[in-house]
């Protein structure tokens, strides 16, 4: 008589849920039924499924009307065992709507911040189940089930597996009713268990739909949250190319899961710089593949980490062309995507970029496509002057320690800026190619300043003396690296000649110059 222990407890409760000899029947009819595997058994299991529902749907209903897993673990002390040894009965899961009600009884203990040991043990055991049930492939009642149906055993685990999955999206589905009561049980509570049991099927293509919802599920209070198990080791398989997800999946797991954002940023800084002979047409294709500037037009947040990861890294490696490239490529590609959800997102350039100088932020993310090309010129020069203004303040704060830092700050993000915005660099490299020597100063100091952004770190007041012969040379560096970019875009033979021809005399005009 000790299974009677439990069901006596009951007596205690004011309105007991069921008579004791109806309990009592139900845990015998369990146990009977694990330790038997003949046609009677099978047949009597499936003789008492439609009562059986009535029960599991009982039993839900007493559990939702209490505050907790201890307390319906006081009120249902044989709950554990009973779920327990239903969910390793094959013939019990095989029915949708009771294997339904146990999932839904198995969320129903699980406790998202448990307080006491024996709401840790309830998760562990509960984690177990769900992995098990999901995983198992050696169950000795199953291989009889699947022997008396003719089923094979690959195509009754992947349906009994599809069943499961279209179980667990449905129930997250369910709308909030925590009503920001942190001791009312909530719908939202089954996320978290839910991306628990979905970590031995992180690589399973049948689990990528309820995956997908599991990220994408919208954030309805502080309890559907995901675990971090599960986001740990979907990054982990999908970095290394074991599960196959959609496009919004992906940018779902970056939004939730900055490690693997930062993997996958990193990931395309490691391969341009192993790949230099990449054209900027593959480069472009290689990041729209990459999903990352769709990502970051869609959430700011992601944005706003791609972009310091970005600048860390500029910070170490300036002089780095390939890094710069992928930069404005990126950036270009960005604001493209962010272009086509303007009507969608109401996301401010302000809060794109709180660091850079808003004057200019706008002058600089202008397009030359939105301008007339007679006043490209014009446009370069203003920014030329803003640029050289900024410098000056430096170089003046230089001389007075203080806010030197800020000083030396809001250079560094003015020209951290200019290379997002890399194509006002590419239309002053145009124009300078077909400039008069007289009219290229303002040019030839905005690609220095590209080049060369601080005085602290290139020491370039050293350099810049009343005959600039400091300029000079760094302006004539900047030259000789312009062939082989001005060449990648030439139309013709004619063009390439007429580009070659136009630098070198402006080189030999730098030299006669010094």
């Not at 599991?214 to 080791?233: H, I, Y």
């Not at 062309?321 to 950036?331: A, R, W």
């Amino acid at each position: 008589m000790s299974q009677l222990q439990p069901v006596i407890q009951l007596q205690s409760m004011a309105e007991p849920l069921l008579n004791i000899q109806e309990m009592q029947f139900w845990l015998d009819k369990a146990v009977a039924w694990g330790q038997a595997d003949s046609p009677d058994t099978q047949g009597d299991t499936c003789l008492h499924l439609n009562r059986l529902r009535d029960l599991l749907q009982q039993l839900l209903t007493n559990m939702n009307n209490t505050s907790s897993t201890i307390e319906t673990m006081k009120t249902l002390p044989f709950l554990g065992q009973f779920l327990g040894r239903l969910c390793w009965n094959p013939y019990v899961t095989a029915d949708a709507t009771s294997r339904r009600l146990l999932f839904q009884c198995l969320w129903g203990l699980y406790s998202e911040h448990p307080g006491n040991a024996v709401e840790r043990k309830a998760n562990q055991w509960i984690r177990k189940v769900l992995c098990q049930l999901a995983t198992e492939d050696d169950d000795a009642a199953a291989q009889a089930v699947m022997k008396h149906m003719g089923v094979p055993p690959k195509e009754y685990y992947l349906k009994l597996l599809r069943k499961r999955v279209a179980l667990l999206q449905e129930n997250i589905g369910k709308s909030c009713n925590s009503l920001g009561d942190i001791n009312q049980r909530c719908s939202c509570d089954s996320i978290l268990a839910t991306s628990e049991a979905c970590v031995p099927l992180v690589t399973c293509p049948e689990a990528a739909p309820l995956i997908g919802v599991l990220l994408q599920q919208p954030a309805k209070c502080a309890r559907a949250s995901l675990s971090e198990d599960f986001l740990d080791a979907l990054s982990s398989a999908y970095s290394s190319q074991c599960s196959s997800l959609e496009e919004q999946t992906v940018i779902s797991l970056w939004y939730h899961n900055l490690s693997s954002l930062e993997e996958a940023v990193l990931s395309q800084l490691e391969d341009v710089v192993t790949n230099k002979g990449s054209t900027p047409q593959r480069l472009e294709e290689q990041l729209a593949q990459s999903l990352l500037p769709k990502a970051c037009a869609q959430h700011c947040s992601i944005y706003l980490v791609v972009k310091d990861i970005f600048r860390s890294i500029l910070k170490q490696a300036e002089g780095v062309e390939p890094v710069k490239h992928l930069i404005q490529t990126f950036t270009s590609c960005f604001l493209r995507e962010l272009a086509l959800l303007q009507h969608q997102t109401s996301v401010s350039l302000k809060a794109l970029f709180p660091e850079s100088p808003q004057s200019l932020l706008l002058p600089l993310l202008t397009l030359p496509s939105e301008m007339p090309q007679e006043a490209w010129r014009r446009h370069l020069n203003w920014l030329s002057g803003s640029l050289q203004r900024l410098t000056e303040e430096e170089e003046g704060g230089d001389r007075d320690s203080s806010g030197s830092t800020k000083r030396h700050h809001k250079v560094f993000e003015a020209w951290f800026l200019l290379v997002q915005c890399g194509h006002w660099v590419q239309v002053a490299v145009q124009l300078l190619v077909t400039s008069e020597p007289e009219d290229c100063g303002p040019l030839l100091w905005l690609l220095t300043f590209y080049h060369h952004p601080t005085n602290q770190w290139h020491h370039r007041e050293l350099q810049l003396v009343v005959d600039q012969s400091g300029l000079v040379d760094e302006a004539a560096c900047v030259l000789s690296s312009l062939q082989p970019r001005l060449n990648e875009g030439s139309r013709s033979s004619d063009d390439c000649n007429r580009v070659h021809l136009r630098i070198t005399a402006l080189q030999n005009t730098l030299i006669h110059s010094v």
